[in-house]
């Protein structure tokens, strides 16, 4: 029960520092209901949950709570995200933590340029990507093999998440 109040606790600060922040630098936060409807989509009940813009780990929390209200156990899944933003993925480490949800798989790096867990095989994919972001390095990119049916505009990254 305590575990529950602070993770709330700790929810409502998180909601309340991103309004606070609005969308500096294409980031936001996800709000509760929309995450709910995505992961109520999913039916995530068991198997690897993979966020690769994982934000505070909002998907994650709320896939644990799918599972314990379908009267699952929270151990048939396990998490794996990646976050590019240092001081968003404390939040995320330390949001999963209060909980008691694993977090040894969420990582610091960008899963543009570097993609900590591209050998992973997700049974299910979950995410809100920062789609306006004007710098996600597409030069660099050029080459990768995401790109064999044509490469995105330099300018926006919103077609690259179409073709992760």
Request: overall charge positive; proline content about 5%.
């Amino acid at each position: 029960m305590a575990r529950d109040v602070l993770g709330r606790t700790y929810e409502y600060f998180i909601k309340m520092f991103a309004k606070a922040e609005g969308h500096r630098g294409g980031e936001f936060y996800t709000p509760q209901c929309v995450v709910r409807l995505l992961v109520e989509m999913l039916e995530p009940y068991r198997g690897r949950v993979y966020d690769p813009a994982c934000g505070s780990g909002g998907m994650f929390v709320q896939s644990r709570k799918f599972v314990e209200a379908h009267n699952g156990n929270p151990n048939d899944i396990s998490i794996y995200g990646q976050e590019r933003n240092e001081a968003t993925w404390r939040i995320c480490k330390m949001n999963l933590a209060i909980r008691g949800i694993p977090n040894e798989n969420i990582l610091l790096d960008d899963t543009f340029t570097n993609d900590l867990h591209k050998d992973l095989r997700a049974d299910f994919i979950i995410t809100n990507p920062p789609f306006n972001m004007k710098e996600w390095g597409g030069e660099q990119l050029r080459k990768d093999k995401r790109w064999m049916f044509g490469s995105p505009s330099l300018e926006s990254m919103r077609p690259f998440w179409r073709k992760v």
